[in-house]
């Protein structure tokens, strides 16, 4: 049966749960989550990033998560918990799904970046 976006995001946001900004800072501050920008680019590029965040865009996420990939990023541990974020949270839903689908065990959705940065979220602009 076929699926549609609508159908994908809402079992996409029933498994990963979201995350509140100042959840995310505590994780951070402890050392205790990895956290996954997957927006593209020229996103980053206009508005920063989370600081200390690993940008990842969504199109490479399985192949840096894979540790058998060519391509895997060693900051990706199915043991560790990683959060994701995207512009307003959809992305970052699917990307969460994703990794739970790949054994992922703790997988967490900021939502957008905005409510980051309005939040008092440390940005990185480089």
Request: charged share 30%; hydrophobic share 40%; glycine share 10%.
């Amino acid at each position: 049966m076929p699926s549609s976006v609508k159908d994908m995001l809402s079992a996409a946001n029933a498994s990963v749960p979201r995350i509140t900004p100042a959840e995310a800072a505590d994780l951070m501050e402890r050392g205790e989550a990895l956290v996954v920008d997957v927006r593209d680019a020229p996103e980053l590029d206009a508005v920063g990033k989370v600081a200390g965040a690993k940008h990842v865009p969504r199109g490479m996420l399985e192949f840096r998560a894979d540790p058998d990939s060519p391509y895997h990023d060693p900051a990706f541990d199915r043991d560790h918990t990683v959060i994701l974020y995207c512009a307003s949270g959809g992305r970052s839903a699917l990307a969460g799904r994703t990794l739970q689908e790949m054994g992922y065990r703790d997988v967490r959705n900021l939502g957008g970046f905005k409510d980051w940065a309005e939040n008092g979220g440390a940005v990185d602009r480089s």
